[in-house]
């Protein structure tokens, strides 16, 4: 299998193969790694790595995880997984093709301005409903031609935030 | 002796006072607030008296609770451990007349020493050294520079009214004394609505130096030797070490005679720490005493062996401090970090949260005073402290070395910690070689970010996780009604 993973805003291309149970070969950046591992638990997992033993523990759910080896941690994502999640959004028939809340809510902040280019997904503002916070995102990319709320007020589902006019060469 | 003690404090502090307790026979009684119900310190104590709400003054700042819970618990006496009541005068009295024994000085002394002026007063009728400087404020330039020449330069003009470092100026001699006390006066006057200023002498990258001291209701005080406290991030300790790197054994004895003289000069009882600046020249000036156990203590109770806690409730029970200071010889070398749930990439932010996963270091010479379990939750209302991660070896360097390690397998996952940062603040060239001024942080590790972690072994990492982890079981389980196997969940998303 191939994975594509991310850290920080690099994704590197890595092959793994399951050779035998609890058995790797790992490869990237043209470099070979043989890997055994044992899973000790909800957070932890014991892995030798050419010959060496590697202690890792994470955290995190969905495609993201927080790798902590030796006092040090990375984030590492599964770029593929994420770009799965937007796919997988635009596929929604009921996806709103507005930047509009699903409920009652108050608008937190407002994260773009008229004139701005924004991209397909791009967090463009952020509401609150019983003390939870919710993101809506740009259904497509575009340039926002309108802001018709701000910080404070009181906004209801159908009501458009935001105003994008869609690219010709946007993908969504 | 006392059958039952009551803690009036939380987190790794209780826990640490209950071990004691419970090592001399004492019954423990814990006391929480509706965030605390299930912390560590309340697993731990014999009994438990819930206070009130989060908030600190509906619990463990609220002293009329903690007394009444105390007598109904039929409490001999009260630890309030650091923080929170460990240096409020009115409690300590109002234990007294409710009949219970105060764990700490009198309440008069704590009072005397709260005090700036009056500390400063009994310090100089003590012989202890002050920072020079003048004792009442004047506007005029002249007299300034007079009083300046007596404490000699550099020195620091600083606003009666001050706070902030506003008003403040560093003046190196006499040529910049004019247009520099000018310029504070009406920065004061502005900020303030004061303009009056006065003298101190100014330190350039001073270390900090504290004494632990140790006296009996008998007159009998003695110090533990030195605990060198330069590190520190905006103004609170987060590296300590004992012996510091700046002491000899001529200065060491200078000082611990001024700590005693200091504690004498008090009336000190019970355990308390005198602060000292120690200046280039290796002059030493007094800054103030802390009237209460400190956070630090663990690594003076490394080096010399003895139990602080102990001795502070035989104390307050009234018993003898048998040790003289001859008993008192320090070995090897302790180091302590402080591990708060905090970002120290985002200017040290508390961290709060859940802890999701806990595993604390072990071996030769580590001890972790910890107040957190795995699954427990970091309440937003508290001093953010996890735990005190004590290393003890035969040298300074091995005492690094022990340190690196531990913090390398100390791992704690859902809070944010400055691991990473005490790792790399340990490894400095600066500290390695001793230094350790007030500024440090300031100085070497302002913009201070992790350094990379190993990308290749975390990549492989999520790989053996999402292949023969529970992540890819689970998915296995929900797709087929059978046991896992890793194979089951190549093919899930992936062609």
Not at chain 2, 73 to 94: D, M, S, V
Not at chain 2, 296 to 324: C, K, N
């Amino acid at each position: 299998m191939e994975y594509r993973l991310k850290i920080k805003e690099e994704i590197i291309p890595v092959q793994a193969e399951a050779v035998a149970e609890n058995n790797l070969k790992i490869s990237m950046a043209e470099q070979q790694f043989d890997v055994s591992c044992h899973v000790l638990g909800d957070n932890m997992i014991h892995l030798m790595v050419n010959g060496r033993s590697v202690n890792a523990y994470l955290t995190g759910e969905g495609g993201g995880r927080n790798i902590t080896i030796n006092g040090l941690t990375c984030r590492v994502e599964d770029a593929d997984l994420l770009e799965q999640n937007r796919g997988r959004k635009k596929r929604h028939r009921d996806m709103p093709a507005e930047v509009t809340p699903p409920m009652p809510a108050v608008v937190v902040r407002v994260m773009v301005e008229v004139g701005d280019m924004v991209e397909k997904g791009q967090e463009v503002v952020v509401v609150t409903a019983m003390k939870m916070e919710t993101t809506l995102n740009a259904p497509f990319g575009g340039k926002v031609t309108g802001v018709n709320a701000a910080a404070g007020d009181k906004v209801m589902p159908g009501e458009i935030l935001v105003d994008i006019a869609e690219s010709e060469n946007a993908d969504g | 002796m006392f059958d039952k003690i009551l803690v009036a404090n939380r987190g790794e502090i209780a826990v640490r006072i209950m071990r004691t307790c419970r090592e001399m026979g004492i019954t423990t009684v814990a006391v929480y607030s509706e965030a605390d119900k299930k912390a560590l310190h309340v697993l731990t104590a014999d009994e438990a008296v819930y206070l009130g709400d989060a908030r600190p003054a509906a619990s463990y700042l609220n002293m009329d609770k903690i007394i009444r819970a105390a007598c109904d618990t039929n409490a001999g006496a009260i630890h309030p451990g650091y923080g929170f009541l460990a240096e409020n005068a009115e409690f300590a009295e109002k234990c007294g007349r409710a009949g219970l024994s105060f764990i700490g000085p009198p309440a008069n002394v704590i009072r005397d020493l709260g005090d700036k002026t009056m500390a400063r007063r009994i310090m100089v009728k003590g012989g202890v050294p002050v920072i020079p400087g003048m004792t009442r404020a004047d506007p005029d330039p002249p007299v300034l520079a007079e009083e300046a020449e007596k404490i000699g330069y550099p020195v620091l003009i600083k606003a009666s009214a001050g706070g902030g470092g506003k008003g403040m100026r560093v003046v190196n001699g006499p040529e910049e004394m004019e247009q520099a006390c000018i310029a504070a006066s009406s920065e004061a006057a502005s900020a303030f609505g004061d303009g009056s200023v006065y003298l101190e002498k100014y330190f350039e990258r001073p270390r900090h130096i504290e004494f632990q001291i140790l006296a009996d209701g008998h007159g009998h005080v003695i110090h533990l030797l030195e605990r060198e406290c330069s590190i520190q991030r905006r103004y609170q300790k987060i590296i300590e070490e004992t012996p510091s790197p700046a002491m000899t054994p001529e200065l060491r004895e200078e000082m611990g005679k001024a700590a005693v003289a200091a504690a004498s000069a008090a009336g000190y009882v019970n355990a308390g720490t005198v602060e000292f600046l120690l200046d280039r020249e290796k002059n030493f000036y007094f800054l103030e005493v802390n009237t209460r156990l400190q956070v630090e203590h663990p690594i003076t109770e490394m080096v010399t062996g003895i139990d602080l806690v102990r001795w502070q409730i035989e104390i307050a029970a009234g018993g003898v401090l048998d040790l003289s200071q001859q008993d008192i010889s320090g070995r090897g070398h302790a180091v302590e970090c402080r591990i708060y749930a905090e970002d120290p990439e985002n200017n040290f932010f508390p961290s709060p949260g859940r802890i999701a996963f806990l595993k604390e270091p072990a071996g030769p010479g580590i001890r972790n005073d910890c107040g957190i379990y795995e699954g427990a939750q970091v309440p937003v209302e508290y001093d953010p402290i996890l735990s005190k991660l004590v290393c003890f070896a035969e040298n300074r360097d091995a005492a690094i070395q022990r340190m690196l390690r531990a913090l390398a397998g100390y791992v704690i996952l859902g809070v944010k910690t400055p691991v990473s940062f005490l790792m790399d603040v340990l490894q400095s060239k600066a500290f390695m070689s001793g230094e350790t001024f007030t500024d440090f942080i300031e100085k070497y590790f302002t913009d201070w970010h992790p350094a990379d972690g190993p990308a290749d072994l975390a990549r492989i990492a999520f790989i053996a996780d999402e292949i023969c982890g529970k992540t890819g079981a689970k998915k296995a389980v929900s797709t087929a009604d059978r046991p896992a196997s890793p194979w089951d969940t190549l093919g899930n998303w992936r062609g």
